[in-house]
């Protein structure tokens, strides 16, 4: 065989690679058009969130712990990422997420980072670079440095459009090698030259043997881009650290000692880069600058380089990368930078990403579910410690309303509903929507809407807090109540401004709340032995208003529907009595306002069950508030008749109701006897009635 073939069939050679890259088996593509490929190769669904139509990327979904929420900011990056993939100005910038401490940011991007090693491990999407060998033999090296990788884990491909210093040579061999006309075009609208290093020993060996491509090329071997994590390579993180101890051999490398002893004077492989953080990822890589405001000028000024010209520069020698920056700050660190105003350059070359807390408390249940964990908790005896049923709702509303505005047009509570895509009475999206435009004109970032609040750290510190009552110990239960006294605590102890403290322990009070009337419904269900007993008479309260004024109605009352869940026929009495209770309940005394009342809920049935057949008004704080009173009244004679059987079990029929109502709560509703007896007196009490 001759030395071209040989060339040419080892899998570890350069034309080798180039057929595979021709043919499709592998790829040769900048690490945008990767990242963005990785993204939208998954499905994006249309969706309206908050009165405002989003698009939810699939790609950010995925596995146990994925992203929560983060519509805007996904969308931000995402097209972020396809402007710099299809050559637009976001090639010369880095995506920025700027926001509070504790909102996801670090991880967002580790999440990202963690899905593009993924990625990138499939053989069809696999990165390669290259190494010279054999330049003891050829060049006269050291053994010691007979082996030289490229410093920053160039594509093959790169090399093969400059083998020669004429590019139309470059091209014909390439054509030669199976690329069309057309796909050679679009190869060198992305050609970068080599790299410093690369380029002095590729044209030395060019030059040793007097031009001929093909006995060069012996001496260079493709090899897999390393997709260590920890060593951080292909994604690498760079945290800003105090003035002292920082430096730019951080980022850039430094002269290597032993290779300044081996090499020639000029030659500019006696540079170590990959000592520095960037040019481990120069190779389509991933660069994570948290904290980036924070570091000290000289390198603000060096980042200010590299993201504009994506160069590597060191003593006049230039490695081009080609590297996707992705940045973080807290709002404090970037108001400062910006006061400062010493490196606006940088600002100008970022594309800032204003991250809000979550303010949607349904998705919040998901972010809380990770706070407190999967596994089983323990004492600290080592006894299994049981969660309230109550413990999730109870710490999502009150994390979720300390993140929500105080407006003269809606109140807490109908922001919270409205921002969650729930009905909120009679006010409408169109308002929450005037409210969050209203708080984002705000020149001041953490004015802006969910940009001020309790974060994600602050809530685990309120699990943790609670793990370590002495209540929770004894009674093996960590209970939903005594989570607003860990955010109390939490409260005065890290939030700064008074003003702040304030609102925050005014938004606990509603969120306390929404847990009394939580209580209510599950003591009630309880009472009546059935898990559905409340949404079910919501749900005939609904159905009643909807029947009364059908056609087909007849004299004794009865109306026959459609159940929207399993498509059967049912009757329903008409039971204006009830009707009329649950109404007044709700402080709709004259019948327009009952009518009126009435109509929204017509028009919300007409809305929500035809593209949701499971939806069950239970989101609607009110009604459900006005039917759990009613049914107490008629059942039970009232709230405060239950409350004093609870409270006096000193005769049988009493202790009777309760040791049947705690019994359904062990067995139905998820409550342990430790939650179970404290949700009871807390039901008898009176205090957070709204």
């Known amino acids: 065989m001759s030395e071209k073939d040989t060339t040419v069939n080892d899998s570890r050679s350069l ?20 990242v963005s490929r990785m993204i939208l190769e998954k499905k994006i669904e249309k969706k309206i969130r908050a009165g405002r139509t989003v698009y939810d990327f699939e790609f950010f979904r995925q596995g146990t712990r994925h992203i929560i929420g983060w519509y805007d900011e996904i969308n931000d990056f995402v097209h972020f990422v396809k ?31 963690e899905k593009y090693r993924q990625f990138l491990a499939k053989p069809e999407n696999r990165k390669y670079t290259f190494k010279f060998v054999g330049l003891d033999e050829t060049l006269g090296y ?45 190869l060198y609208e992305q050609r970068r030259p080599l790299g410093a290093s690369s380029e002095y020993l590729w044209r030395e060996l060019m030059t040793h043997f007097d031009g001929d491509a093909n006995r060069a090329l012996k001496h260079v071997q493709l ?59 120069a190779g389509a890589g991933i ?24 160069n590597i520069e060191l003593d006049g020698f230039i490695w081009p990368i080609d590297t996707l920056i992705i940045a973080t700050s807290n709002n404090n660190a970037y108001n400062q930078f910006v006061t400062d105003k010493d490196e606006a350059p940088i600002k100008d070359r970022c594309r800032l990403c204003y991250v809000s807390h979550n303010t949607d ?21 080592g006894e299994e410690m049981h969660e309230d049923p109550n413990l999730n709702f109870a710490a999502s509303v009150g994390v979720t309303l300390t993140r929500l505005p105080d407006s003269e047009k809606l109140i807490p509570i109908e922001i919270m509903k409205l921002a969650a895509g729930e009905i909120a009475g009679e006010k409408g999206v169109k308002t929450l929507v005037e409210v969050m435009e209203n708080a984002n004109t705000s020149p001041d970032v953490t004015k802006r809407w969910g940009q001020k609040g309790l974060g994600h750290r602050n809530l685990g510190r309120s699990i943790q807090i609670l793990g370590t009552m002495p209540e929770s110990s004894e009674g093996k239960c960590l209970f939903a109540k005594d989570v607003f006294k860990a955010f109390e605590r939490v409260i005065l102890d890290y939030v700064d401004e008074a003003a702040d403290r304030e609102k925050y322990l005014r938004d606990l009070k509603t969120a306390k709340q929404l847990y009394r009337e939580r209580v209510k419904t599950a003591i009630f269900n309880a009472y009546r032995d ?30 026959k529907y459609r159940d929207p869940q399993t498509g059967e026929l049912k009757p329903i009495k008409i039971d204006t009595s009830f009707i009329d209770s649950v109404e007044n309940r709700m402080g709709l005394s004259s019948s327009e306002r009952k009518e009126s009342h009435r109509n929204t809920v017509r028009k919300i049935y007409g809305q929500k069950v035809s593209t949701d057949p499971n939806y069950d008004f239970m989101d609607q704080q009110s009604l459900v508030k006005a039917v759990t009173d009613v049914r107490l009244e008629s059942d039970v004679a009232g709230a405060g008749s239950l409350v004093g059987a609870l409270a006096n079990r000193t005769n049988e029929e009493n202790l009777k109701i309760y040791n049947r109502m705690v019994e359904t709560m062990l067995y139905k509703l998820g409550y342990c006897q430790t939650c179970a007896q404290k949700t009871i007196e807390y039901f008898c009490e009176k205090e957070d009635e709204s």
């Open 142 to 186: 050291n053994q010691m440095v007979s082996e030289m990788h490229s410093l920053t884990f160039e594509d093959p491909m790169v090399l093969a459009m400059n083998l020669f210093e004429d590019l139309n040579e470059s091209k014909k061999l390439l054509s030669g090698n199976g690329f069309s006309d057309n796909a050679i075009r679009k």
């Open 223 to 281: 090899v897999p881009v390393p997709m260590s994590e920890s060593m951080g390579t292909v994604t690498g993180k760079y945290s800003a650290k105090d003035k002292i101890t920082s430096s730019s051999v951080d980022l850039l490398g430094e002269e290597s000692l032993q290779h300044l002893l081996l090499l020639k004077p000029g030659d500019p492989n006696r540079f170590d880069l990959k000592r520095g953080a960037l040019a481990r990822v």
């Open 530 to 559: 059935d898990p559905e007993a409340i949404r079910k008479d919501v749900l005939a309260y609904v159905n009643m208003i909807i029947g009364m004024d059908q056609e087909n109605l007849g004299p004794d009352k009865m109306w």
């Open 287 to 310: 660069h994570f600058s948290d904290e980036l405001f924070r570091n000290k000028k000289d390198l603000v000024q060096i980042y200010l380089q590299v993201i504009q010209n994506r």
């Open 83 to 113: 402007d710099a993939a299809e050559g637009g100005s976001a090639k010369e910038m880095a995506f920025v997420l700027v926001g509070e401490p504790g909102n996801g940011k670090t991880f967002f991007v580790s999440y990202v980072c």
């Open 15 to 34: 034309l080798f690679h180039v057929k595979e890259v021709a043919q499709g088996r592998r790829k040769f593509e900048t690490t945008s058009e990767a």
């Open 361 to 381: 408390y349904k998705l919040q249940a998901e972010l809380t579910s990770y706070v407190i964990g999967s596994e089983k908790k323990t004492t600290i005896f």
